[in-house]
């Protein structure tokens, strides 16, 4: 629309008598409460006229913050055309505030919150609905602050907001905010500048059990933080010290984590408990030790913070179950879509996708349960999923493919997209569905339907094909592998097998899985998945609703969760997740979390400048279309406290142009509690270091939690790429992809590659993986550039001295150094000698011949280097 310079709209005002029957009403309910039974006897006091006022926005000169207050019915302020927008009045003084009116003009809030605040900064919300109808809302409350706003989160027009009068009643003179009584540190996340030993974790400092304890190193200066989810305004904290005390010691807080205020310092104490009145506020609360008491360490019984008044966390939506806003770039196609119209939009974003490896589009297209005729040819960065609760419920006659006809047949960079809860059936006479990719593609929960059809792997006439994941899919006919170079298979059942390898082929729990047989050929097989939980999926059940299924943890399972039974596990209703858009700040996003919401990333980039911190056992993060976190100006994507059964699926996280510590973090640091029943599990989960802009993280993702599932994920760092992206040595850096400290987790298909130091070390007990494939960096300059100590080059996966058990299956890592080909690697493979460390079936490969891996694990196994290029070793020790 236009722009205006006066105050007046050309559109249809409510009839002068309407109004005045409004302000009568509005008159009426100044001196009777909603309800109409009793005068209103604690708000005798109209607080807000005439008081200071401001607004998020106006639309323009002629609508000011100042009009809704003036006590002139016939002004108004009025709103910019957009979502969230807020109105705040200063009230001068503390008030009780007992009721609120809004004289709406056309332009009303169908969903708002009223709050109110003692510094104009930290809010409390004191009504909330999402079903507002505009009029005139007399609105009892019960609340107190200087300051009171009306956060509208949702319009009820294509306009603004738009109020003729807000009115606030109350009393003066209201007491000041209390010091709560809830210590809100108890069971946050905590971490520490060091620990004395494994059973003295930070976290035991916040876990509410006076009987555990954290205790530092015997150094000075120490810490410990603890992150409070949000920005709070904190009265008191309370130390309950050890006999291993502090001397000398400040209290900080900070927004960030990184930037601090000390709101309390003394070189005098004395131990013991330590009740100390603070006032400061911030997200992050740490104690920093400068002077021990003793000549330990410091030591701690307990943490704890008390706040007044609210937190800083902005208004979160609802989320409509049946309507959901699944953002612009998800396609969601009904049986009843013309078959033209379908095809035209798959025909578009294949065209834009097909080559776009490296461009922030993303995009989902969803299909309700029904059945449909469609050529779907899959780009970068594009899902194509069902809204079924089986594979089954929908059915695509035609195709469901990946082709590499871009590259020139050459399927070793066809990454990023994804085919999930399908069924397909070929089309008459035709009986090949091809799917030619490399890594993070996954063909997951699919069927392909008809004994007589394959499923080709690509065809090993066109090019390579470099490694990809099948999970609790059924294939009816044959999968055949052709070219493809490495692949892991997983749940599945293959009604007439599969036929094919090159180098490092693993199936575990697939029914119709190729006899053992490594490495001529290649085959790995495990007969059993010890325990797994399949990745979250949205569907549409049979009203219409929206909602997302969980499936259950699965113990020494075989074949599909699906097919032929019923799958296990709980549904939730959309209403209960926050959809996330691009745009939306971590702030908010970290507010939904706090309300006890899961997270739907709608497809796109979203840019985070502080973690998004996962704090809630259960909590469901699921990502459409590959959408894409990045982390920016040094933060961390994403942290989860060590809680049970967090599942976070279907997104890439990717580093910013400012070095991150870590892209991701699973637990903090020290985390000790066992999660064996219910475990943290990770679905799709990629990680890119570079590629579309120079990308810096020192590590990418660091598991402390014990427990955890992986469950297919690529870590990723870009030293080769398309022309005109950025890459390097010293550009895109990255020391390690993958650092597990928790004990016994699990990874299923891992992918990790092209790191400048170890490309995953493992230091917890009890760690397995089935799979691995890993590339060494492509660039290192020369060979001084890339030594560990006197040891050339650093090993592909590390399992430390200390760790006692590990087991490992399915493994392979290559060499290609073209920037140097006189580099070496000493070794792919770096463990500790121990009966209970074991590696079985292992290949090496220096890809043309370019550069040489010595040896395969520690100093066993022969050389790949030019003469002899591919090295297999079936067992160690």
């Known amino acids: 629309m236009t722009s205006r310079a006066t105050s007046v709209r050309p559109r249809p005002q409510r009839p002068v008598r309407h109004l005045l029957v409004g302000l009568t009403v509005a008159l009426v309910a100044a001196l009777t409460p909603t309800g109409g039974t009793t005068p209103a006897q604690a708000a005798p006091t109209l607080l807000s006229q005439g008081r200071p006022a401001t607004a998020s926005s106006t639309e323009n000169a002629g609508t000011p913050a100042a009009a809704a207050v003036d006590g002139n019915t016939g002004t108004r302020w009025a709103s910019a055309f957009s979502d969230p927008q807020w109105l705040q009045v200063d009230l001068g003084a503390r008030a009780t505030i007992s009721q609120v009116n809004l004289l709406w003009e056309g332009a009303y809030g169908r969903a708002f919150q009223l709050q109110t605040s003692d510094d104009g900064a930290t809010w409390t919300t004191i009504y909330s609905t999402t079903t507002g109808a505009g009029g005139t809302q007399n609105l009892t409350v019960t609340g107190a602050g200087r300051y009171v706003r009306m956060y509208g989160t949702a319009r009820g027009t294509g306009y603004g907001y738009s109020l003729w009068e807000f009115q606030v009643y109350g009393e003066t003179g209201g007491s000041t905010p209390t010091c709560g009584s809830t210590n809100v540190a108890q069971g946050s996340p905590a971490t520490a500048s060091s620990t004395q030993d494994a059973g003295l974790a930070a976290s035991a400092a916040v876990d509410g059990n006076p009987g555990t304890r954290w205790a530092s190193a015997a150094s000075d200066p120490q810490w410990l933080r603890v992150d409070l989810g949000s920005t709070r305004t904190i009265c008191r904290v309370t130390l309950t010290w050890e006999a291993a005390y502090a001397r000398s010691f400040q209290l900080q807080t900070s927004a960030d984590g990184t930037t601090w205020t000390t709101i309390y310092s003394t070189t005098t ?44 966390e902005p208004p979160v939506g609802t989320t409509d179950p049946y309507n959901p806003n699944l953002g612009s770039n998800t396609f969601v196609f009904d049986p009843s879509t013309p078959t033209s119209t379908l095809q035209s939009r798959l025909d578009t974003l294949f065209t834009q996708q097909e080559t776009n490896q490296f461009g922030p589009q993303r995009y989902a297209v969803l299909f309700k349960p029904g059945t449909y005729t469609a050529d779907v040819n899959l780009g970068f960065f594009t899902q194509v999923a069902g809204l079924g609760m ?3 419920d929908v059915n695509l006659n035609g195709h469901v493919r990946t082709e590499a006809f871009w590259m020139g047949g050459n399927a070793t960079q066809n990454f990023w997209r994804a085919a999930e809860n399908l069924s397909v059936t070929l089309p008459a006479g035709q009986t090949v569905e091809r ?12 069927h392909l339907r008809g004994a007589q059809n394959q499923i080709q792997l690509w065809n090993g006439g066109d090019g390579w094909s470099s490694g990809g ?30 036929t094919g390898s ?26 059993q998945t010890p325990q797994v939980r399949e990745k979250p999926f949205l569907y549409v059940d049979g009203s219409g609703e929206y909602r997302v299924f969980v499936p259950a943890l699965r113990t020494n399972s075989t074949g ?7 799958p296990a596990g709980s549904s939730i209703s959309l209403s209960q997740f926050y959809v996330v858009q691009p745009g939306t700040s971590a702030a908010t996003i970290n507010a939904a979390l706090a309300q006890g919401r899961h997270l739907l990333f709608t497809p796109g980039v979203h840019h985070v400048t502080e973690p998004i911190q996962v704090n809630r056992a259960d909590t469901v993060i699921l990502g459409l279309g590959l959408a894409t976190i990045q982390a920016d100006n040094g933060s961390v994507g994403m942290r989860v406290a060590d809680v049970d059964g967090v599942k976070v699926a279907g997104l890439m996280f990717e580093a910013g142009t400012t070095n991150s510590p870590v892209l991701m973090e699973v637990g903090p640091s020290g985390s000790a509690a066992s999660h064996a029943s219910n475990p943290t599990s990770l679905h799709d989960v990629f990680f890119r270091i570079g590629g579309p802009h120079v990308g810096k993280a020192t590590n990418t993702l660091t598991v402390n939690s014990d427990n955890v599932i992986g469950d297919h994920m690529w870590l990723w760092r870009a030293d080769h790429a398309a022309s005109g992206v950025p890459t390097g040595w010293t550009l895109n850096t990255a020391d390690t992809g993958l650092t597990v400290n928790g004990d016994n987790v699990t990874m299923y298909g891992l992918f990790v590659e092209h790191y400048q130091k170890y490309q995953t070390i493992w230091n917890g007990n009890g760690g397995r993986t089935y799979f691995y494939q890993n590339e060494l960096p492509y660039d290192p300059p020369n060979q001084a550039a890339w030594m560990n100590g006197s040891t050339r080059g650093y090993a592909a996966y590390k399992v430390a001295d200390s760790v006692t058990s590990h087991q490992a299956f399915g493994l392979g890592s290559y060499s290609y150094f073209n920037v140097n080909p006189a580099v070496v690697e000493e070794r792919s493979f770096e ?43 079936t067992t160690y020790p």
């Open 469 to 498: 994941l099948l999970a609790d899919t059924r294939v009816d006919g044959l999968v055949v592998s052709g070219s493809q170079q490495q692949w892991y298979s997983r749940n599945s059942e293959f009604g007439n097998g599969w």
């Open 390 to 392: 089986s594979p089954d």
């Open 831 to 873: 463990v500790p000698v121990n009966p209970n460390v074991r590696f079985t079936n292992m290949v090496t490969v220096s890809l043309g011949g370019v550069g040489t891996i010595n040896r395969v694990i520690n100093n066993a196994g022969g050389t790949a280097n030019a003469a002899n290029q591919t090295v297999y070793l």
């Open 502 to 527: 090159v180098w490092n082929m693993v199936f575990q729990g697939v029914v119709g899985a190729p006899a053992p047989s490594f490495p001529n050929p290649s085959h790995t097989v495990i007969a």
């Open 435 to 446: 799917w030619a990719v490399s890594q993070a593609a996954p063909y997951r929960r699919m």
């Open 560 to 566: 599909t969760s699906w097919y032929n039974k019923t």
């Open 269 to 312: 104490g004395t131990g013991g408990t330590q009740n100390l009145t603070v006032s400061g506020s911030g997200r992050y609360l740490r104690m920093y030790g400068t002077a021990r008491g003793t000549t330990y360490g410091y030591s701690l019984w307990e943490l704890a913070v008390n706040t007044t008044g609210g937190t800083t």
